[in-house]
């Protein structure tokens, strides 16, 4: 891909990892099961293999998601953290209780292999679903507050897994609550469909003193809905990465600026994977490309749309776009050069 633009990171996680560090301090004393999974999932965050995504994780059509999507459903590595801006103009609450405006986010994944032993109580999923699956936690940014937010759980969103059409009859309590309160948000296609999903609490103080006044069932539904986003992020940006025509490039923390911010006590940056077509690897820093800086355009894969071969599933670009774009704009086009390797 020939573009005088450079793809810049977003260090979503090297900042929520500060932010979890005061977290940890706030926390009240008889919060102990809380603290222990809070630092379990910092030390997982640090650990993980991290991708950048568009603007609201938007690389396929979210109101849209098809058996094709659910098959490719494969983490890349056992612990993944996915990272994308969430700038929406028309965003709706589909929760039961007080949320906040987010415009930063994290799914931070794994596989039940990879759970530390902090967590394996939750790996009794694999009861259910012996064929494993994907842990997708949410790690919000709170606008109005200025911090990082680890979720009070997240969705286990098992392998193998089949799109079906929703028989009110046979819905649980629970998926009912969570449904209702989207379909009033409007975040329900007409004729919606559904896979296997099941919520998990990760901080089980927090947990409890929300069910103490709502109950249990609008706790799980909460944390239902609360994950819907990331585990719909989740959903594409496997579909795509498992796509033929879909490499990855790596975008490189600046080496003088992690040596200011460990020398100041601060968590240094990260290296980042990004998407392209094999046909479309993006130019990085330190290529031969025109220098940037933190202002600059980031520019990632905008939703396109799976395309089924005879012997192959590819991706079919959109557009590429701003990450931080709110509108989705087309920034400018490219003329595709054919890519001597395919990275990973």
Not at 258 to 283: C, H, I, M, T, W
Request: with cysteine; charged share 25%.
């Amino acid at each position: 891909m020939e573009t005088d633009e450079n793809i810049t990171a977003l260090n979503y996680s090297a900042h929520a990892i500060e932010s979890i560090k005061e977290t940890l301090k706030r926390l009240p004393p008889h919060f102990a099961q809380s603290r222990e999974a809070i630092q379990a999932v910092s030390d997982m965050l640090r650990k993980s293999v991290k991708f950048l995504l568009p603007n609201c994780a938007e690389l396929l059509d979210p109101m849209h998601v098809s058996q094709a999507h659910i098959d490719l459903l494969k983490l890349p590595y056992p612990i993944t953290a996915f990272e994308a801006p969430w700038q929406k103009v028309d965003a709706v609450d589909a929760g039961y209780l007080d949320h906040y405006k987010s415009t930063r986010r994290i799914a931070l994944c794994w596989e039940p292999e990879a759970t530390p032993p902090q967590l394996a109580h939750l790996n009794i999923v694999l009861e259910r679903f012996p064929q494993s699956g994907v842990f997708v936690l949410p790690i919000s940014w709170i606008d109005n507050v200025g911090f990082w937010n680890v979720g009070i759980g997240g969705a286990f969103i098992p392998y193998e897994n089949t799109m079906a059409e929703i028989d009110k009859a046979k819905v649980s309590p629970l998926s009912a609550k969570a449904m209702e309160a989207l379909n009033s948000a409007g975040l329900l296609p007409k004729k919606a469909r559904q896979f296997a999903a099941e919520p998990f609490v990760l901080q089980l103080e927090h947990f409890e003193s929300v069910t103490a006044s709502h109950g249990r069932e609008t706790g799980f539904a909460n944390i239902m809905n609360d994950s819907r986003d990331e585990g719909l992020a989740v959903i594409q940006a496997c579909a795509v990465l498992n796509c033929e025509n879909v490499a990855t490039s790596e975008v490189e923390p600046s080496a003088k600026l992690n040596k200011a911010r460990v020398a100041k006590g601060k968590e240094p940056f990260f290296s980042y994977k990004v998407l392209a077509l094999a046909a479309d690897r993006p130019a990085m820093r330190g290529e031969g490309t025109a220098g940037g800086s933190h202002a600059s355009p980031r520019l990632h894969l905008r939703r396109g749309h799976l395309r089924r071969l005879p012997e192959k599933t590819v991706w079919v670009r959109a557009a590429m776009i701003g990450a931080a774009s709110e509108t989705g704009t087309v920034t400018k086009d490219y003329r595709l050069v054919k890519s001597q390797n395919k990275t990973s």
